[in-house]
């Protein structure tokens, strides 16, 4: 009797050692990697939304866009419009390089492509890299800043 209660115990702790150590453990570069194409997911969805408004040429949709903490907003709207006012039809692109993301803000360096057909019926091509920067909220991404070329006039 005595024998099959240390059996017994034996195959407990055998079990119990068994199942500790294929236990899952929490793989925190798998994690940072999750977190990655979350983070490319949301920042490829606005850079669309972006795209879209801006082809449109819909002045008030690219408003809806920015954060209220963005610097300028006022003046970014006039250099928009008045570029608006310019060109005939615009299409643009963006191509992400890196995102770099902290807390509630997100900031997208990436590279832009231009098309724009000029009333005179020229068809010119711009390209520019720059980096915007983005505030996450209630209502998805807001452009908060945008530094080096700015795609947008």
Known sequence: ??????????????LTILSLGMSPRVDSSANAQLQDIVSRSIAEQAFQDIESV???KD???????LDND???????????GKYFLLVE??????????????????????HWFKKVLT????LVS???????????GPEGLKI???????PFY
């Open 89 to 110: 039809k615009v299409h643009i692109h963006f191509v992400i390089d890196m995102i770099t993301s902290y807390k509630d803000r997100l900031s997208v360096r990436a």
């Open 70 to 80: 963005f610097d300028s907003k006022t003046n970014f709207g006039y250099l928009v």
């Open 119 to 122: 009333p005179s019926g020229e």
């Open 1 to 14: 009797m005595f024998i099959k209660k240390i059996n017994y115990i034996i195959i407990i702790i055998f």
């Open 54 to 56: 801006y082809a449109a």
């Open 126 to 136: 711009l390209q520019g890299s720059c980096v915007i920067n983005f505030k996450k």
């Open 59 to 65: 002045l008030t949709g690219l408003r809806v866009l």
């Open 144 to 150: 908060s800043g945008i530094i080096r070329d700015n």
